[in-house]
Each structure stands twice: as structure tokens, then as C-alpha cells.
């Protein structure tokens, strides 16, 4: 999946349970006009001593022929310094880097860094650099950032820059809505704040940090230079990472793995027996394994609360702090992993509450792996065919416009999987592509199909298709499709000798196959 600058994105896609601005808001009815000196006398001098440059060489694998790499690009960055001289930036920044470097805007000082802590989903890496007397140096003249989660709708914030010289410069803002969206990978919402201001353009960056009274209040995501909106990922969101990684054991964050509907159709209410002013949403989807199941959420239930927040027709709860928020919040955001969860539903017309203990699927405990980085995706190449497991970033690397016939249907696979989950299946096997040797003539148009079995062996990962490829039927191969023609036979002998005329071929292939 190919990564886009944050800085120059327009909106993010795909918003999960929006939340309205609170009934009654904070900031005043009549349009009020930025200027460069609004709260300047209220708020501290930001000084770049708590400011690093971090600059990355990024070089993820090839989804479509996974033995390959792209070529490598670089990132820029400003991250922000924590105590114990480890710098924050967006996740983003630090994917399938190959090198990351931190930098002083001042003087040029470079210093090199590692990723110590990182979550792809909220969109947040930690990074530190060696412990020598270089790195005590480097840090010397640098000073702690401190969080502040105080943030509400109304308040002005500033986005911090660095220029050529490592003058600082800020571009205030205010905070206009809070809602919950997904930042950058397939997954529940998250936290956002929407600021309104303009932002002064100084170089593509993957990372801007957003203070408020000298404190670190959010992370730039996006910003939509013609409706001057910008996305920040918040402070909320940023101590939650930092109080999971303070232990050493990162867990991220909890979800309750299931989709709701709205409620507000009068005749819809009437149909589930809801009285007009009742709470309450549908539960359409129980997701296997997740901690709604484990607790006894079952689809058709009615959500009525979580952990005693009154959840509205429209999916919301009434924060304390922010209004009118999707109730994703209350367990990714709120909530750690391990935490006791209390649910109350409605069930065949009673109330039933609902006791749980909140967990965390990993991308590999999915069917459909939802995110990769830092690491190749997973292959096995035989006489030409190549198999692979199904990946959202291997969809998504086709676009919009490419997705027709086999991928189509890959993509409706993935959207429901149910039917292969309820088979037990750990991953979902498919034929990708179909390299030009004798063996595979005649089969270069059936990309796409999904595995059930080979040699009479059920597949259920890459593992299972590695395995069953040593134990061939006489001198045959067959390998048994989902759809047509359902059967494929691969000569034994000529596919091995495919084999070996592939490595280190014109498809520049070092492996025939990839299964860690």
C-alpha cells in the first residue's frame, strides 16, 4: 500500500461514526478572522529546543511481485522531544524505513535513530538513538515536551514549522469540531480534532507538531488548503500510546469488534419496537473472535450502553470533555487493553447486560490482513504460479479504477469473509499471477482465484500450501479453485524445472518463497 503525504492530503477518507459538534458550542456564531497575533499575549514562545528534524529513507516490498522492492524515497519530518530523549512522530514517518536520522534545525547536527515503539493504526512511532556520548551531545540543548489533553472546541492551537535556517514558524489555529475517523489504515475510528486556519507551506512533511500553551496538543494529519480545514491527530490519543509504551510491552488500542446502524428512521424504530425517544442502535455485525463476542454480543442485539454511557440513535455518547462523540471512543481512546467492559443491550425485547474484558486483534489474527509494513508480504511461487495471501494493501495498490473482474471479487471477499472464517480458515490463499513458463500454458488468465486444496489437502495458509506441494499425487499436482475450472495439474517434474529457471531470471527472483 503506497503511502501519501499527510501534509498536502486533502480530507481523510472514510469517516467511522461521525460525531456532531456539541448542542450548544463554545465558539461564537460570528465568523471570526485568523490574524498571526490572535493569543500571542496569552500564549508562551515555542522555541525549537524541544523540536527535532527527522529525515527517513522509506523502501517498502512490491505487493504484486513480493520478491521485488520499490525503489526507495525519503521523508521529512519534525518531530517532537519526550523525556528520555526519544522523539514522536507519526507512523507514517518511520514505515518500511530503511534509515531514519534525527536532525537539529540549528546547526545540521545529525544523529542516527531506530523505531522503539510504533502503531500503524493510531498512526504513531517512537524513535530513540543509541545511548554513546554523541547522542548526550545531540540532546544537550534539548528540552521535553509536555502533553496537554486538555484541548476543547474553540480553543486556539498553532502548527509549528521550521525554516531553512531553523527559525521557527507558527500557523495558528482553532479548534472547530471533534469527531472520530480513521487516520491511516483500515481499522475503528479514532480521535480527530478539525481546526480552521491557514497554514503556511514550507517543505512536504509527514509529521507537524500542533501545541497549545507550549504543550504538544496533536500531530498534523491533513490539511485541506481549500477549505483551510486541518486534521490533527490529538493529544488524547498520543498519551494513550505513551502511558502502553511506558511498560515495555506495547498492547495498542482495544476495539470491540462489531458494526452498528443507525436508528433514527422513525419506521425503522418502529420495526425493532424502540419508542421514539429511546436510546439504542443495531448491531449488524459480530466480528469472530473480537471482545463483543467474547462477551455475548450477538448480531440483532440493540446497543443501549457502554460502561454506563448512554449511547444516542445516531451511534453517540455525550462526552464530558468534547460533546457528542462516536462511541468508537469509549473503547479506542478511553480504554486499554484488559480493561473490564460492561455492555447493555436489548435482546428478543429484554434488557441483557453484558460483561467482557476488552482485547486487541492483531492485523495477523485477520482473515484479510488489514495493514503491512516493514516486512515483505508472504508467497510461494510454483512452476509459475504465483499464491499469495489476500491483503487489503495488495487491493488497494490496483486503485479504484483497475478493480474489475477477479479483483472485484477478491475485494467482495474481503468486505465479507464470513463464509471463510466459518471455515476456519487462518488466511485466505490465492492465485495471483501466472508467470509465462511451460508448465503454466494455458492458465495466464487466472489470476485471482481462491485455493481450496492442494494434493487433497485443505489450505488454510501459506504454510499448509508449502506443505502440501511436497506431498504431489503421482507425478501431479492438483490444486482445487474456489471457482472455475476448479481444477489445475502441474506436472511434477516440468514445474521444478520452471522452478529453477525462475531464480535469478529476468523476474529477478531470489526466493521461491517467503513464509515468515
Known amino acids: 500500500m503506497k503511502l501519501f503525504s499527510y501534509f498536502l492530503l486533502l480530507a481523510l477518507s472514510a469517516a467511522v461514526l461521525p460525531a456532531q459538534t456539541p448542542a450548544e458550542p463554545t465558539v461564537a456564531k460570528k465568523k471570526r478572522v485568523l490574524t498571526a497575533t490572535d493569543g500571542q499575549a496569552s500564549r508562551p514562545v515555542i522555541q525549537n529546543s524541544s523540536l527535532v528534524k527527522v529525515n527517513a529513507t522509506s523502501q517498502p516490498y512490491n505487493l504484486h511481485l513480493p520478491w521485488q522492492k520499490e525503489s526507495p524515497s525519503g521523508r521529512r ?108 489504515v483500515e481499522g475503528s475510528g479514532f480521535l480527530i480534532y478539525e481546526a480552521n486556519g491557514i497554514i503556511r507551506s514550507e517543505a512536504n512533511s509527514f509529521t507537524l507538531p500542533v501545541v497549545k500553551g507550549g504543550k504538544l496538543a496533536g500531530l498534523l494529519l491533513s490539511y485541506d488548503s481549500k477549505n483551510q480545514v486541518t486534521t490533527i491527530l490529538p493529544a488524547p490519543i498520543i498519551e494513550h500510546f505513551l502511558k502502553d509504551v511506558a511498560d515495555g510491552s506495547y498492547e495498542g488500542f482495544p476495539g470491540l469488534g462489531m458494526e452498528l446502524q443507525a436508528t433514527q428512521d422513525e419506521q425503522f424504530r418502529e420495526f425493532l419496537g424502540l419508542k421514539p425517544d429511546a436510546p439504542g442502535v443495531l448491531i449488524t455485525t459480530v ?63 429484554k434488557d441483557v447486560t453484558l460483561n467482557g474484558q476488552l482485547a486487541r486483534r492483531s492485523p495477523d489474527d485477520y482473515l484479510v490482513l488489514p495493514y503491512q509494513f516493514d516486512k515483505g508480504p508472504r508467497y510461494v511461487l510454483m512452476g509459475g504460479l504465483l499464491f499469495q495471501e489476500l ?26 469473509p464470513d463464509k471463510y472464517e466459518e471455515e476456519g480458515r487462518k488466511k485466505l490463499v490465492f492465485l495471483s499471477m501466472v508467470l509465462p513458463t511451460p508448465s503454466a500454458q494455458g492458465y495466464d488468465k487466472l489470476g485471482g482465484q481462491v485455493i481450496n486444496k492442494v494434493n487433497g489437502k485443505a489450505i488454510n495458509d501459506l504454510n499448509d500450501l508449502a506443505e502440501a506441494f511436497k506431498s504431489a499425487k503421482d507425478t501431479w499436482h492438483v490444486i482445487e ?36
Open 77 to 184: 519530518g519534525l518531530g517532537v522531544v519526550l523525556a528520555g530523549n526519544r522523539v514522536l512522530v507519526t507512523a507514517q514517518m518511520a514505515a518500511d524505513a530503511t534509515y531514519i536520522e534525527l536532525e537539529l534545525p540549528e546547526s545540521g547536527q545529525k544523529m542516527p535513530a531506530k523505531v522503539v515503539a510504533v502503531d500503524y493504526e493510531a498512526n504513531l512511532a517512537l524513535l530513540e538513538s543509541p545511548v554513546s556520548d554523541k547522542q548526550k551531545t545531540f540532546f544537550a540543548g534539548l528540552k521535553p515536551m509536555a502533553v496537554d489533553v486538555g484541548a476543547r472546541i474553540g480553543d486556539a492551537v498553532s502548527i509549528l514549522q521550521t525554516g531553512r535556517v531553523g527559525e521557527l514558524i507558527e500557523s495558528p489555529l482553532l479548534i472547530g469540531k471533534v469527531l472520530t475517523r480513521r487516520y491511516n
Open 287 to 349: 466480528m469472530k473472535g473480537g471482545s463483543a463476542e467474547k462477551a455475548g454480543m450477538k448480531k440483532g442485539d440493540i446497543l443501549l450502553s457502554i460502561n454506563g454511557f448512554t449511547i444516542d440513535s445516531r451511534g453517540d455518547y455525550k462526552d464530558p470533555q468534547f460533546g457528542a462523540l462516536s462511541s468508537s471512543h469509549l473503547v479506542r481512546g478511553r480504554a486499554y487493553v484488559g480493561d473490564k467492559v460492561e455492555i447493555k443491550v436489548i435482546r428478543d425485547g
Open 481 to 516: 479453485l474456489d471457482d472455475f475450472p476448479h481444477i489445475l495439474y502441474l506436472d511434477t517434474f516440468n514445474a521444478e524445472r520452471d522452478n529453477m529457471r525462475l531464480l535469478g531470471g529476468a523476474y529477478r527472483i531470489g526466493s521461491l518463497k517467503r513464509l515468515e
Open 391 to 416: 491483503s487489503r494493501p495488495y487491493l488497494d495498490a490496483f486503485g479504484e479504477e483497475q478493480r474489475g473482474g477477479a479483483i472485484l471479487r477478491l475485494t467482495r471477499i474481503a468486505t465479507h
